[in-house]
């Protein structure tokens, strides 16, 4: 499929690679994010990266819409990069009891121990697709095929905030507590959102990776209290 | 200081919202109407993305602490009682400059929403670049929720021009109160237009819908024709804009309004045009709309008209006291408030 332009209003255009999860349009889609941010365009307000296009959102009375059309077809050419500039995460996760409510029955409903599913999705590099649904909330992928679940036939009206979530190939941190409808597996101490850090304000960026270790749920007090008190961030959640 | 002694419903902080951080999630909220954001905040003598309170149906209770100059965007039925329990109505589209111990009763609304503007704008932090309350993430704001009872709200120092002509003393006001335009929503289709079958699309531009119950600065829900998808009621989420008009699977449209999310999985069969969402966000549960299919270069031209409007309207406002540069407030683009990010 060739990439084609979608009208969103008179305000924004989405230039769309395809219509299904896939790194590798998301690879593309992040490639053309970075070409159409170098031409430094004036009158552009938001590039916003998706599963699989790019929306621009920008004020036509400064920038002319069959211009932009152009530059952004011309960035859809853009090549992804080698991933050496996307960063690499580590965050903890306490798994199961309060902090994982449906750890037991996620275990029960793909047929294996609750020890197996933590183990597998720890050993499972995800990929940050996109930021979206509430600010800082990641959406990663992809699970391993088994373990994919639909979407709890009730939603919780509250999913604590830090909670880690699953639903079909997907997995998420909440930022904020929210209602949602996915399985909760733990919660980690790491602040995926901080306003005080303007410049940065959101810890994971599309295209970077993420891999859970597990933390007992004595570290995992240990940590949220050093987060809260400002000992510990962003530097701590690197990758080794 | 102004004191909040009453407030019965949901009210909230709205300046020209936060652009230049959907890519992280974070919603570009702001006034729903930006133009009489603009209006209110002129009346008072700031500038036009000043912070000002956005309220719908019914107003809060304030009681000035110190003097303070006021104007009420919006057809309010506002009153102002000072110390002595002496009690006049309150014009709306003008200035008052309320006296320490004066309490302003902004009553109900009969216009879907209007705005509070305070000289020398409400005194909050910007939080990533703007003070719009978005409350799902405690953004902005007080404390980035909804105001409430007890409230203290700090006024800031003045920074645009004097809340009263001159040295007159005359407060400044608006001579013909603003009209909202009564036709169809303007919108271009798509971007999923080829979701939904010709018969879909027919309904959606000849029936009219009303709005639900299910209505807040997010979106509305609305009642009507369901319109029938041809592809499934799902597609892998991509980015979404206020204005755009979402259908899920039960065929019932959501048009997405100032504080909606950043991405959305529902097919979006066309979006209302940025001419129009300021009307559009007056709209009330009951209300009836109708939709209209226009081209990009008739959208282009709404919003060349609404801003020579919006600039004319400003420019009358001042008019008591030294002349306005028309061309200036033009080009300034009121109308979005958009900045550039980056």
């Given at each position: 499929m060739n990439p084609r332009l979608l009208d969103l209003g008179d305000g924004a255009l989405t230039l769309e690679f395809g219509d299904r999860i896939d790194a590798d349009l998301n690879a593309r889609v992040i490639a053309a994010r970075d070409a159409l941010a170098a031409m430094?365009?004036?009158?552009?307000?938001d590039l916003v990266p998706t599963w699989r296009s790019l929306t621009v959102h920008f004020d036509p009375l400064r920038i002319d819409r069959n211009a932009l059309s152009a530059q952004l077809l011309q960035a859809a050419q853009a090549m992804p990069q080698e991933s050496a500039l996307a960063t690499r995460w580590r965050i903890p996760v306490s798994f199961g009891g309060e902090s994982g409510p449906d750890l037991a029955q996620v275990a029960q409903a793909t047929g294996r121990s609750e020890a197996d599913v933590v183990d597998a999705i720890c050993a499972t590099e995800l990929r940050v697709f996109l930021i979206g649904f509430?600010?800082?909330f990641p959406y990663l992928g992809e699970l391993p095929a088994w373990m994919h679940l639909p979407r709890r036939s009730t939603p919780r009206t509250a999913v604590p905030a830090n909670s880690l979530a699953i639903a079909g190939a997907q997995a998420a941190i909440y930022p904020w507590q929210s209602p949602g409808g996915w399985h909760l597996l733990g919660q980690t101490?790491?602040?995926?959102?901080?306003?005080?850090?303007?410049?940065?304000?959101?810890l994971l960026a599309p295209g970077d990776s993420v891999r859970f270790t597990a933390v007992d749920p004595h570290e995992f007090r240990r940590l949220a209290t050093a987060v809260a008190a400002g000992e510990c961030g962003r530097d701590d959640w690197l990758a080794p | 200081m102004i004191e909040v002694v009453d407030c019965p419903l949901p009210a909230s902080f709205q300046d020209a919202?936060?652009?230049?951080?959907?890519?992280?999630?974070?919603p570009l909220s702001g006034a729903l109407d930006p133009e009489w954001l603009a209006i209110a905040n002129a009346l008072v003598g700031n500038p036009p993305h000043t912070v000002a309170l956005e309220m719908r149906l019914l107003g809060p209770k304030l009681r000035a602490r110190e003097p303070v100059t006021i104007a009420l965007a919006g057809e309010f039925s506002a009153r102002i009682e000072d110390a002595a329990g002496q009690s006049h109505p309150a014009a709306n589209w003008r200035s008052h400059t309320l006296a320490a111990g004066d309490v302003l009763a902004v009553g109900s609304l009969r216009s879907g929403i209007g705005y509070l503007a305070v000289h020398g704008g409400f005194d909050l932090p910007a939080v990533l670049g703007s003070r719009s309350t978005y409350a799902r993430a405690g953004l902005g704001g007080i404390d980035g929720r909804a105001l409430r009872a007890g409230d203290s709200l700090k006024v800031g120092a003045p920074?645009?021009?004097?809340?009263?002509?001159?040295?007159?003393g005359i407060p400044l006001h608006l001579p013909h109160a603003p009209v909202l335009f009564a036709g169809p929503l303007r919108v271009i289709p798509?971007?999923?237009?080829?979701?939904?079958?010709d018969a879909a699309w027919q309904q959606f531009i000849g029936a009219e819908f009303t709005v639900s119950r299910e209505a807040d600065r997010m979106g509305l829900r609305l009642d009507g024709p369901r319109l029938t998808h041809a592809r499934g009621a799902d597609i892998v989420s991509d980015g979404v804009t206020p204005g755009a008009i979402q259908v899920p699977g039960d065929g019932r449209p959501i048009v997405l309004l100032a504080?909606?999310?950043?991405?959305?999985?529902y097919p979006k069969i066309a979006t209302v045009i940025g001419a129009d969402l300021p009307r559009l966000g007056h709209a009330l549960p009951g209300q009836v709309l109708r939709f209209a299919a226009v081209t990009q270069a008739e959208a282009l031209a709404a919003r060349r008209d609404a801003a020579h409007v919006l600039a004319t309207t400003l420019a009358a406002i001042a008019a008591p006291g030294p002349a306005l540069d028309l061309d200036a407030l033009y080009s300034?683009?009121?109308?979005?408030?958009v900045i550039d990010a980056n």
């Open positions: 430094l365009l004036d009158g552009i307000s509430l600010p800082g101490p790491v602040r995926l959102f901080d306003v005080s850090d303007a410049a940065r304000p959101a | 919202g936060r652009p230049g951080y959907r890519h992280l999630g974070v920074q645009g021009l004097p809340a009263v002509a001159g040295a007159t798509g971007p999923q237009r080829d979701h939904f079958t504080d909606c999310q950043t991405v959305g999985g300034a683009n009121l109308i979005d408030g």
